[in-house]
Antibody
Framework: QVQLVESGGGVVQPGRSLRLSCAAS????????IHWVRQAPGKGLEWVAV????????YYADSVKGRFTISRDNSKSTVYLQMNSLRSEDTAVYYC????????????WGQGTLVSVSS | EIVLTQSPATLSLSPGERATLSCRAS??????LAWYQQKPGQAPRLLIY???NRAAGIPARFSGSGSGTDFTLTISGLEPEDFAVYYC?????????FGGGTEVEIK
């Protein structure tokens, strides 16, 4: 079955960096786009970034553009989110999510990893 | 950026009742709208894609309708497991955006 497992979250000071990983299994990883979606404590969902199946196309939310970088290693079935210049407002649970076959929705999600930005 | 406005923020209903949730877009998203359900402490689950198509394994009591700027998610006969928060999401334009959510709570 499809499984997405996030890791790399933790407590970090403002201005520092953190790299999240999303390890996938149970499907042909290199055929699907992967997204990061975050959720601040007690708040709604916010889409963060996406990378296409081949890594050639990437899009970002305005709130993270220039600070976050999404990448993937299809040989390891893993997507990464490099987060630089972190701010308190980046505090959230970060989910990775898989596109469905037509890019019509996020049909599988990980359990999330918590990032807390605090001094 | 396309803004999605969901209403109401909270819907108080009893099991067996019909739930009608609204999502309005700040500009047309055609039919490129999805709905998700999220329960406390869990990741979201895809319910509906392209406005009216149920995702795999989603019960028939969930239905979606609409196009352009106005969309509706209907749950015909609430089951105890349906009390949750529901989000709409558009894929018409970058950046992708979510609505603020509607909580369906037990009355």
């Amino acid at each position: 079955q499809v499984q997405l497992v996030e890791s790399g979250g933790g407590v970090v000071q403002p201005g520092r960096s953190l790299r999240l990983s999303c390890a996938a299994s149970g499907f042909t990883f290199s055929n699907y786009g992967i997204h990061w979606v975050r959720q601040a404590p007690g708040k709604g969902l916010e889409w963060v970034a996406v990378i296409s199946y081949d890594g050639k196309n990437k899009y970002y939310a305005d709130s993270v553009k220039g600070r976050f970088t999404i990448s993937r290693d299809n040989s390891k079935s893993t997507v990464y989110l490099q987060m630089n210049s972190l701010r308190s407002e980046d505090t959230a649970v970060y989910y990775c999510a898989k596109d469905d076959s037509g890019g019509r929705g996020f049909d599988s999600w990980g359990q999330g990893t918590l990032v807390s930005v605090s001094s | 950026e396309i803004v999605l406005t969901q209403s109401p923020a909270t819907l108080s209903l009893s099991p067996g009742e019909r739930a009608t949730l609204s999502c309005r877009a700040s500009q047309s998203v055609s039919s490129y709208l999805a709905w998700y359900q999220q329960k406390p402490g869990q990741a979201p689950r895809l319910l509906i894609y392209d406005a009216s198509n149920r995702a795999a394994g989603i019960p028939a009591r969930f239905s979606g309708s609409g196009s352009g700027t106005d969309f509706t998610l209907t749950i015909s006969g609430l089951e105890p497991e349906d009390f949750a928060v529901y989000y709409c999401q558009q894929r018409s334009n970058w950046p992708l955006t979510f609505g603020g959510g509607t909580e369906v709570e037990i009355k």
